[in-house]
């Protein structure tokens, strides 16, 4: 039985219990110079994602740490979410170059940045 419901963007197959999503992830990797990783980690949560939240753009964001041992800094991939590529591209545009600069600003030549952007293609999960 191959049941799919329309779920908000969303198609649910039951019998693989797998998930298609039009969906866009924006990724942001950063690695942090050592000397501001702690004052750059209370920022990133307490002003800057909540900022390009803010936006209205993005569904949900996650702070993620990248496990592998760097030879200076700390590494981290910052996930933001959108419903479709339109929503990513007026950020991009509008909002992006302003909170980039403000990163910049506060920051400078304590990072190194690379963005990603991914489509999300499916999304398998387990029901229990």
Not at 26 to 40: G, K
Not at 51 to 69: I, P, Y
Not at 73 to 80: K, R, V
Not at 87 to 95: C, G, I, L, S
């Amino acid at each position: 039985m191959n049941k799919q419901f329309a779920f908000k963007n969303c198609i649910i197959a039951n019998k693989n219990n797998s998930i298609y999503r039009q969906m866009i992830i924006y990724n942001v990797t950063i690695n942090i110079n050592d000397e501001v990783h702690d004052e750059w980690v209370q920022w990133m949560n307490e002003v800057h994602i909540p900022d390009v939240m803010s936006c209205g753009l993005f569904t949900h964001a996650r702070m993620c740490k990248v496990l592998v041992v760097e030879e200076a800094g700390t590494t981290y991939a910052i996930q933001y979410t959108a419903k479709s590529m339109n929503d990513y591209e007026q950020y991009r545009d509008v909002y992006a170059p302003a909170l980039q600069a403000a990163t910049m600003k506060k920051f400078k030549d304590k990072f190194v940045a690379f963005r990603t952007l991914l489509e999300v293609v499916y999304e398998h999960h387990r029901i229990d």
